[in-house]
Structure formats: structure tokens, C-alpha cells
């Protein structure tokens, strides 16, 4: 059998802020199940590490969710793995563009036409370079979303 390319080793301070945190159950489940997965794959586990196998069965994970999980912890460190990834990449849609869409959809039509329909709204605003390019999905949920009604 290949010797494990990601053995993990975790520290006494390690695996007691690991059962602190996968027992006061606040945390996302993901992140909970994440903790208890190196809690399983632990070296110096009580009984024994488990094989990635038998840690995927148990907590119900396919085996290269194990892999990946053992992958981040011995490449960035336990934080890393149980924490959510930040968004790299600012959003696409700003507050100031919602709001030019919003202006456009109340201003008057094109000629020919009686009202504005999202296709026209979404080319309208590349054309007038407000954004690079827009789907009429977007433009919905953006007007959508404005027009809700507050809840009582």
C-alpha cells in the first residue's frame, strides 16, 4: 500500500481546539464536519487513525473530500480548513450599477416600443457602458429585488 502523501499530525493545543469546536456545534455544519474529519485522520488518534475510506463512510463523504481536507491541512494549516474561503473576485454587480438599471427601467422607452423588457435593459446598459456585458437574468433579479415588498 502508497505510504499517505498527507499524513496528519495534530498538535495536543491542535486536537483540543478541534473537540472544542466540533462540540459547541455553533459553526457551520460543514466546517463541524471538516474538524471532525481531522479529529478521524489524526496520527496520534486514541485507537488508531482510520483509513480514508473508512473516515469517508463514517462521516458520509466521498474519499476525496478526505484527501482534499487532509491536502489543506498539512499545506495551510487547521484554520484553513475549517473556515470559508473569502471571495477573490470583487462581485460583478454594484450598488451603483443596480441603481443606473433602476433609473434606465423608469425612464421612457425606446422608440417603437411601450414598455422597457429585460433583453433591452441588459443591452442598453452595455451600451451605454455601464458594464462590459449583462444577462437579462441579472437585470431580473435586480429589479426584483427592488421591488419587493417589506415584510410586516
Request: proline residues 7%.
Amino acid at each position: 500500500m502508497p505510504k499517505n502523501k498527507y499524513p496528519i499530525h495534530l498538535s495536543d493545543e491542535e486536537r483540543e481546539m478541534l473537540r472544542a469546536f466540533v462540540s459547541k456545534g455553533t459553526a457551520p455544519a460543514r466546517s463541524i464536519r471538516r474538524a471532525q474529519v481531522l479529529l478521524l485522520c489524526d496520527e496520534h488518534r486514541p485507537g488508531g487513525k482510520m483509513k480514508d475510506g473508512e473516515s469517508a463512510d463514517q462521516m458520509h463523504v466521498h474519499i476525496n473530500t478526505i484527501l482534499n481536507i487532509r491536502k489543506t491541512f498539512v499545506k495551510q494549516g487547521a484554520q484553513a480548513v475549517i473556515q470559508r474561503k473569502k471571495r477573490v473576485t470583487p462581485p460583478k454587480v454594484t450598488g451603483e450599477l443596480e441603481a443606473k438599471i433602476i433609473a434606465l427601467s423608469c425612464s421612457e422607452p425606446p422608440a417603437g416600443r411601450s414598455r422597457w423588457t429585460l433583453r433591452l435593459l441588459a443591452d442598453k446598459a452595455v451600451e451605454l457602458q455601464y458594464i462590459d456585458s449583462i444577462s437579462y437574468d441579472t437585470v431580473d433579479r435586480i429589479l426584483k429585488k427592488r421591488t419587493q415588498a417589506p415584510s410586516p
